[in-house]
């Protein structure tokens, strides 16, 4: 009987101790080691500064390496767009197991990586460049057209002073979000049922009918719920 050893991912520490977003990782891994044996099981909270640290994927990688077990992953989705990610998996020589992915391989895994990592360099390279094209033009002409048609004369806020007051508003802003308590506990529902594949419409729809309010006591919207769901805070 083969030997298993699960790997999850939760975003937020609200769902590592609520359970949303583990259960239906848990789901899918049960469901693809039935005839197996699962010897352990590691979950890794993904803080918005240590998405390129996974100390737990490497505690449960050299699990599997001392029990020559295979390691289950329940979702490939984001982790195979991470390249550190990926260097650990691939340099580790441990058979895996994408639950949501089930024929990738170490190689399909890798090219996505690099696709994914070539993509952001090109993107940031074209910013840069872009950048400097209209900071030249500027300092050549004066100023620059905009496609819409605005003339642009500096780069940056138009208005400084304004900085501290918009700093201050989001704040604000956050503080009243984190108080409010229906919001606390409906994005990671909300999360959870778009991890599912609903629509941000349906979500709306279950959460006004659970009894869910935005910030300022209104049924949620598909906008609203875009927001709740993508949001950090």
């Not at 009987?1 to 699960?6: D, E, F, G, P």
């Not at 360099?121 to 094209?133: H, N, V, W, Y």
Request: aromatic share 6%; net charge positive.
């Amino acid at each position: 009987m083969k030997n298993y050893i699960a790997y999850y991912r939760v975003s937020t520490r609200k769902q590592g101790e609520s359970g949303l977003g583990l259960e239906a990782q848990k789901r899918m891994v049960d469901g693809y080691v039935r005839n197996g044996t699962l010897v352990h099981e590691y979950t890794e909270l993904e803080s918005g500064t240590g998405k390129k640290r996974r100390p737990i994927l490497k505690q449960a990688i050299e699990h599997c390496q001392k029990s020559n077990a295979t390691l289950v992953i329940a979702k490939i989705d984001r982790l195979a767009r991470n390249v550190n990610f990926v260097s650990s998996l691939y340099e580790s020589s441990v058979d895996f197991i994408c639950c949501d992915m089930p024929h990738a391989n170490k190689l399909t895994i890798h090219l996505i990586a690099s696709i994914a990592e070539h993509e952001a360099d090109m993107i940031a390279s074209r910013t840069r460049d872009g950048l400097k094209s209209i900071k030249d033009r500027i300092r050549k002409d004066g100023y620059y057209v905009s496609n819409n048609g605005n003339r642009i004369t500096r780069l940056g806020n138009p208005n400084p002073d304004t900085k501290a007051a918009t700093r201050k508003s989001v704040e604000v802003n956050k503080a009243k979000s984190m108080e409010n308590k229906n919001k606390n506990v409906a994005r990671p529902f909300a999360q959870e049922l778009r991890s599912q594949g609903m629509s941000f419409r349906n979500i709306a729809n279950r959460l006004n009918q659970s009894g869910y309010v935005t910030s300022r006591g209104n049924n949620y919207e598909e906008k609203a719920v875009k927001r709740l769901v993508e949001e950090q805070w």
